[in-house]
């Protein structure tokens, strides 16, 4: 099997950075620390990871990360060089094969005291991938049809209070908001089945609302429960989804791994929503774990049709940069041209973020989900949503959100509420 | 449901320390960022997660992680508090359920500003879990039985180079280490399914020396195929090595995820070993990830046997307490007393740890892996097990190393050739 796999890094060492960059290369492939009888020549040629770039960045007094090798001369001496370096695995190592490349390119590297900091960045993967694994079931074009929401951006909430409704109050909520006109509703990810609101008792209660409103409406809200659980009660969980109507799911991404989304895509007849919690671990700090750009590709191959990409100006750590790069990444194609996810922007968002949002990434594709930017608007949820809709609408035809607000009072009041909150 | 989960977390803040608990607390349950209609004094009573320690740490300039809110009169006068707190979150919010709880205890808890570092610990979980979940079928006693190991340590190594040998070739090194009577080898972690090495063939070729060599013997070696791969293929890939015979398989448990090693644990008939590889990401940062001691604990749980630990002057950045402390892990019983996990004590491991291990740990119920110190041992691999046997011995008996080795030339050797190299 040829072709190969580039992985880049960002790396941090008071080493030379060709030793270390070959030494990341060896650990992830052939390389042993001690000379092997089996490690030949010939051996190397076909199964070595070879090192294609590296590009220095700034040197720095201090190590990001406790472990590191003692430097020669002396701690009181060193420097700590940062690079960015892309390795090339070969592909007859593993295969196309997504749990094996994780161990491959996100492995045992990160344990090496030759570098004082280590983040996979991007992931270049050959066709073999796109070949073997099955990408997003719906995607963009598919989740606006079952949405029934074209040429502006899916508008959503979050259930909150996170836990503690029961499947009635839930459904209530739903009532509510569904009244409302909302596009999109989600369970929080605490909120999966837990024994004061079992999956199937606030299936059965959201869908009876739902399916009236539909009825009634002609627009089926979209509801994505957390079918988050182990895996045959997860596949369950989605059938009894189905059966009751109901149009997406969603799964906490690191809970259930990425063979345990893989079935569940393989079995799903709806789209399937992505929730990335905890993934603060894997990318708050610069110098340790995985990237946006190269996580989300391991998750859309896997399945994911939607996925989380925090929002702008919002309420956790991450950067706008880093949430526009996030939008983006999402977006771009990796082996055909749908096979894109939808970008879900969330986090303290209430619409003031919308003109910025669409400034800086130029779409509509997106899930634009407010919690309490609706839930808690001073006239409540109905007018919230519509709030939310007016700052899209301002946003995608130019016009200064506080011009548009003077005549449209939900905006209004939404900027007097939430406008200096931050 | 009644009962409680209790998580404990190493935290860093420029805020009180009280508040930022207590934001976690109720970002983790029924908190709102925004307070919402829903969010009354009885579903809090009912629903919300309690601070129930803090026990305040060192103070220190700098922040551990970007991202943190501005600290209140400027960063030029921030002082970072750090401290450890207890939280303790409902049973009744999630139910025993494992993938729900990595969602609880650490999901978006990583991506708060309020805090610069946060790092879970150790849980405490109702015996719900322990209901519920299997934990490891075979542990200790089931894998010294298959493998006809007592009293000492299980021996064993990994197949090197990690990737590049065809089945045959590793069908060879396995023969070699067979004859010279090694208890237990494993695959690498980058080696699973590869093109150039597929399972089946691999499982085929090594099982006909280790049958073979059982039948002349007595003893069977244990060998643990990497069976990591999508869910379909896993538990077929663990068919195969039952079909042929084999006592071992192994899963990179962040390839395959809790629900992944789940399935595989309820269709096992032979002891699942456990391979950590990635858990550097969660590990290396103080302040950032998850602490090994709560991380086995989900592990065991959903049915690993053996469990990786690394081992002390190991090869890679962790430090011997640290490792210490895992071994203690993951023979603390949670909810019976053979729900332990047999810690795999690996990296550059050749016998010269082995007093610092016994003495430290007290125990030989351990599976002790060197790959290098028996490969490349300068009187062949039979004399890098026999020098490794008789570290042992020595270090059970109380005897210095060196005094063992001068009627031990094969523990002289391996001292001469390794006992310099750190």
């Given at each position: 099997?040829r072709g190969a796999i580039?992985?880049?890094y960002?790396?941090e060492?008071?080493?030379p950075?060709?030793?270390?960059?070959e030494?990341?290369?060896?650990?992830q492939s052939?390389?042993t620390?001690?000379?092997?009888?089996?490690?030949t020549e010939?051996l190397?040629?076909?199964?070595?990871?070879?090192?294609?770039?590296?590009d220095?960045?700034e040197?720095?007094?201090?190590?990001?990360?406790?472990?590191?090798?003692?430097?020669?001369?002396?701690?009181?001496?060193?420097?700590?060089?940062?690079a960015?370096?892309?390795l090339?695995?070969?592909?007859?190592?593993?295969?196309a094969?997504?749990p094996?490349l994780?161990?491959?390119?996100?492995g045992?590297l990160?344990?090496?005291s030759?570098?004082t900091?280590?983040k996979l960045l991007?992931?270049?993967?050959?066709?073999?991938f796109?070949?073997?694994?099955?990408?997003?079931q719906?995607s963009?074009?598919g989740?606006?049809?079952?949405a029934?929401?074209?040429?502006?951006p899916i508008?959503?909430t979050?259930v909150k209070?996170?836990?503690g409704?029961?499947p009635?109050?839930?459904a209530?909520?739903?009532?509510?908001?569904?009244?409302?006109g909302?596009?999109?509703i989600?369970?929080d990810e605490?909120?999966?089945?837990?024994?004061?609101?079992?999956?199937?008792?606030?299936v059965?209660?959201v869908?009876?609302?739902?399916?009236?409103?539909a009825d009634?409406t002609?627009?089926?809200v979209?509801y994505a429960?957390?079918?988050t659980?182990d895996?045959d009660?997860?596949l369950?969980?989605h059938?009894?989804?189905?059966?009751?109507?109901?149009?997406?799911?969603?799964?906490?991404?690191?809970?259930?791994?990425?063979?345990g989304l893989?079935?569940?895509r393989?079995?799903?007849?709806?789209?399937i929503?992505?929730?990335r919690?905890?993934?603060?671990m894997y990318?708050?700090?610069p110098?340790?774990g995985?990237?946006y750009?190269?996580w989300?590709k391991l998750?859309?191959?896997?399945?994911a049709?939607?996925?989380?990409?925090?929002g702008l100006?919002?309420?956790f750590?991450?950067?706008?940069d880093?949430?526009v790069?996030s939008?983006?990444?999402c977006?771009?194609?990796?082996?055909r041209?749908d096979?894109?996810?939808?970008?879900?922007?969330?986090s303290g968002?209430?619409g003031?973020?919308?003109p910025?949002?669409?400034?800086?990434?130029?779409?509509?594709d997106l899930?634009?989900v407010?919690?309490g930017?609706i839930?808690?608007?001073?006239?409540?949820?109905?007018?919230?949503?519509?709030?939310?809709?007016q700052?899209?609408?301002?946003?995608?035809?130019?016009?200064?959100?506080?011009?548009?607000?003077?005549?449209?009072?939900?905006l209004?009041?939404?900027i007097?509420?939430f406008?200096g909150s931050r």
């Amino acid at each position: 099997m040829r072709g190969a796999i580039l992985a880049r890094y960002r790396i941090e060492t008071c080493l030379p950075l060709e030793q270390v960059a070959e030494t990341l290369a060896g650990e992830q492939s052939s390389g042993t620390f001690l000379p092997v009888p089996g490690e030949t020549e010939a051996l190397k040629a076909q199964a070595r990871a070879k090192v294609l770039r590296i590009d220095p960045l700034e040197v720095v007094d201090q190590p990001s990360l406790p472990g590191g090798r003692q430097p020669r001369g002396g701690a009181e001496f060193a420097k700590f060089h940062r690079a960015e370096i892309t390795l090339e695995f070969p592909l007859a190592n593993l295969g196309a094969n997504l749990p094996t490349l994780v161990a491959t390119v996100c492995g045992n590297l990160y344990e090496l005291s030759d570098h004082t900091g280590c983040k996979l960045l991007d992931l270049d993967l050959p066709p073999a991938f796109g070949e073997k694994y099955p990408g997003p079931q719906f995607s963009v074009a598919g989740t606006r049809k079952l949405a029934g929401v074209h040429d502006r951006p899916i508008l959503g909430t979050i259930v909150k209070p996170s836990v503690g409704f029961t499947p009635e109050q839930t459904a209530e909520l739903v009532r509510e908001l569904g009244e409302a006109g909302i596009d999109f509703i989600k369970d929080d990810e605490l909120q999966a089945n837990g024994p004061s609101c079992s999956l199937r008792e606030r299936v059965a209660a959201v869908m009876r609302v739902i399916n009236t409103l539909a009825d009634r409406t002609g627009k089926k809200v979209m509801y994505a429960f957390n079918i988050t659980d182990d895996l045959d009660a997860m596949l369950r969980h989605h059938d009894t989804v189905c059966a009751a109507g109901g149009t997406c799911v969603m799964v906490s991404l690191h809970s259930v791994g990425l063979p345990g989304l893989l079935e569940l895509r393989r079995h799903s007849a709806i789209p399937i929503h992505g929730h990335r919690n905890g993934w603060g671990m894997y990318a708050r700090h610069p110098f340790l774990g995985v990237e946006y750009t190269a996580w989300q590709k391991l998750w859309r191959l896997a399945g994911a049709d939607h996925l989380h990409v925090n929002g702008l100006q919002n309420k956790f750590w991450e950067s706008d940069d880093s949430v526009v790069r996030s939008i983006q990444a999402c977006r771009t194609p990796m082996f055909r041209p749908d096979d894109t996810a939808m970008p879900v922007v969330s986090s303290g968002q209430w619409g003031g973020q919308a003109p910025e949002t669409y400034r800086r990434t130029g779409t509509t594709d997106l899930m634009y989900v407010a919690g309490g930017g609706i839930l808690a608007h001073p006239m409540g949820p109905a007018a919230g949503l519509r709030a939310l809709q007016q700052a899209w609408q301002a946003a995608v035809e130019g016009i200064p959100l506080a011009e548009h607000a003077t005549t449209h009072p939900e905006l209004m009041a939404t900027i007097h509420r939430f406008g200096g909150s931050r």
